[in-house]
């Protein structure tokens, strides 16, 4: 009985300073330059129907259920999406424009697991006819989901995601 007790303490000693070294945060983005204006670029970004376009997740579940409420292109907008697996449930919501510059949103996840992320789009002027788009998001690691992060790598698990849709609106938006 008494080294099932201690047993029982290790693992939540373990537990417990996992959860002290865990990664609290994260934060994951990418950019790319594409051949058009920033006024071109921004007010396509904008629009969350466009995004259906170069979407990596739209190309892993194409027939996902999706419902848009609001006024896409303005706050408070929302695309809400339940897809495969791959894609799983969530929504998007538009929760700050700044003008040419920076579009925020808020991503619930509902499945596979809940959890609420801040994205971001930004537009740069490289020049009058290059622009450079970061995407981007972060959140929290909340425990006991933060001890998970240990052995993943959300930069690695979403970065590729990112690349990917990165390349194809530059596609959608160079042609």
Not at 68 to 82: H, L, R
Request: aromatic share 10%; proline share 3%; net charge neutral.
């Amino acid at each position: 009985m008494i080294t099932l007790l201690y047993i029982l303490a290790g693992i939540v000693l373990l537990v417990l300073i996992l959860g002290m070294i865990a990664p609290k945060t994260y934060n994951v983005s990418r950019s790319i330059e594409i051949s058009r204006p920033k006024s071109d670029v921004f007010d396509n970004l904008r629009f969350l129907k466009n995004q259906d376009a170069w979407s990596p997740w739209n190309k892993k579940d194409p027939n996902m259920e999706k419902k848009f409420t609001g006024t896409d292109g303005q706050v408070g907008a929302t695309s809400y999406w339940n897809g495969n697996k791959d894609v799983g449930e969530g929504e998007q919501e538009l929760t700050k424009i700044v003008d040419g510059e920076r579009i925020e949103s808020e991503l619930r996840f509902l499945k596979p697991w809940k959890s609420t992320s801040d994205a971001y789009l930004t537009t740069e002027e490289i020049d009058a006819s290059t622009t450079r788009v970061t995407w981007g998001f972060s959140g929290k690691n909340k425990f006991p989901m933060s001890i998970m992060m240990l052995f993943m790598n959300m930069d690695k698990m979403v970065g590729k995601d990112f690349e990917e849709g990165l390349s194809s609106l530059k596609q959608t938006l160079e042609k």
